[in-house]
């Protein structure tokens, strides 16, 4: 049996909305597993980049994309580019229960701090697009609306900017 304290320390971590209980793994089988599952997928976590890009990309992991805000605190004397993982990396991220027509969507945020140069989001390979402005100028905040449209597809478009 757990411990109720343990169980407050799920409920409790930030960017979870409803913590998955040890032991119970989301499946389409149990549908409030499944939908816990989901609901955390929408909470943002903020992953920060640090250090010096290697050259002028700099890659994405699903993990991170999927934390919902990207905070780039980087150094780069020039033009840089963000690529996404692979579709097929991003939808692995996700679970098994996930809806796969064009109805799940989630917030991506990236937000360029002082880097002193303008960044590009670019897709990961031919099944992801992004639609509208993909530049992220320095001292700004980049919102995109990541809609899972198929199986096999992912679409990346833009909401909008913010200057810092």
């Known amino acids: 049996m757990l ?73 780069n004397g020039a033009g840089f580019t963000l690529t996404l993982p692979s579709t097929n990396s991003l939808l692995s991220a996700f679970s098994n229960v996930l809806v796969k027509d064009g109805t799940f969507a989630k917030e991506v945020t990236v937000v360029n701090n002082n880097i002193g140069q303008t960044g590009t989001l670019t897709a990961g390979d031919g099944s992801t697009t992004i639609t509208g402005t993909a530049t992220i100028a320095t001292n700004t905040t980049r919102r995109f609306l990541m809609t899972v449209t198929s199986g096999t597809t992912i679409n990346f478009r833009n909401m909008g900017s913010l200057s810092l």
């Not at 799920?10 to 816990?36: E, H």
């Not at 002028?56 to 780039?72: D, K, R, S």
Request: hydrophobic share 50%; net charge positive.
């Open 3 to 75: 411990r109720l304290s343990s169980v407050l320390q799920q409920w409790l971590r930030p960017g979870v909305l409803f913590p998955n209980l040890t032991g119970v793994a989301p499946s389409a089988a149990v549908p409030l597993s499944a939908l816990w599952h989901n609901a955390n997928l929408v909470a943002p976590t903020p992953v920060t980049k640090t250090g010096a890009l290697s050259g002028n990309n700099q890659a994405l992991t699903a993990a991170e994309v999927l934390q919902g805000v990207i905070f780039l605190d980087v150094t």
